[in-house]
């Protein structure tokens, strides 16, 4: 089992930064990779960005240049962030850390990021 949770999310105006933190903890030692995901209101879930044990990072088209993905380890937890700047409209979402585990998916309980005009 491993149980994630996040912060950091919030209100910003478009342009600005945001920095939002997971906290990973349980069985931290069996985590394949850790992501971020997003979802508005009438679409689907999406990848944001993800990085795997060995520190390989992926991050998906509509953010690429403006998010970066880090993660740092501490004691019996894993902690991975998402790094946000320039900020638009679009990138208006519920926010949800993820932790693959032994082919299974956990997630965090999400955060909100709402990019004002």
């Known amino acids: 089992q491993v149980q994630l949770v996040e912060s950091g999310g919030g209100l910003v105006q478009a342009g600005g930064s945001l920095r939002l933190s997971c906290t990973a903890s349980?069985?931290?030692?069996?985590?394949?990779?850790m992501g971020w995901f997003r979802q508005s209101p009438g679409k689907q879930r999406a990848l944001v960005a993800s990085i795997d044990r060995r520190g390989m990072t992926n991050t998906e088209d509509p953010v690429k240049g403006r998010f970066t993905v880090s993660a740092s380890r501490d004691n019996a937890k894993n902690m991975v962030y998402l790094q946000m700047n320039s900020l638009k409209l679009e990138d208006t979402a519920v926010y949800y850390c993820?932790?693959?585990?032994?082919?299974?998916?956990?997630w965090g309980q999400g955060t909100q990021v709402t990019v004002s005009s």
């Open positions: 349980g069985n931290i030692f069996s985590i394949n990779a």
């Open positions: 993820s932790a693959w585990v032994n082919g299974l998916r956990y």
